[in-house]
């Protein structure tokens, strides 16, 4: 069974930085592409945030973040990271880290149990 443990979450000032960390078991992650989700403002659903690839070749983004977060992973430890820089108030929300159920299928059904981020202005 797939599991999937977030960290690195906490409480910073506007303009600071975190770095959340997402450790994978039960299989082998690298075969499979991984993202980090938030809630959506005022909705039910989350909003994508960042995904890499299983290759990481290709990287994808959330527009509000382009250029103040980096997703990377690490194939030896199967662990994904958000480097978030530049972190603004309404970042703030509880991450999600999600991996493919399917290989190439951008199918993200598996989760993390979440991790909050809270930025103070």
């Known amino acids: 069974q797939v ?3 977030e960290s690195g979450g906490g409480r910073v000032q506007a303009g600071g930085s975190l770095r ?3 450790a994978a078991s039960g ?3 690298s075969s499979y592409a991984m993202g980090w ?11 994508f945030v ?3 690839s299983r290759s990481a070749g290709s990287t994808y983004w959330l527009d509000s973040v382009k250029g103040r977060f ?3 992973r690490d194939y030896v430890k199967n662990t994904i990271y958000l480097q ?5 108030p309404e970042d703030t929300a509880i991450y999600y880290c999600a991996a493919e159920r399917v290989a190439g299928t951008s199918d993200y059904g598996y989760w993390g149990q979440g991790t909050q981020v809270t930025v103070s202005s």
């Open 84 to 88: 978030m820089n530049s972190l603004k």
């Open 20 to 22: 959340l960390s997402c």
């Open 37 to 47: 989700f938030r809630p959506a403002p005022g909705k039910e659903e989350r909003e």
């Open 50 to 52: 960042a995904a890499i």
């Open 3 to 5: 599991q999937l443990v």
């Open 27 to 29: 299989r082998t992650s």
């Open 70 to 72: 980096t997703i990377s």
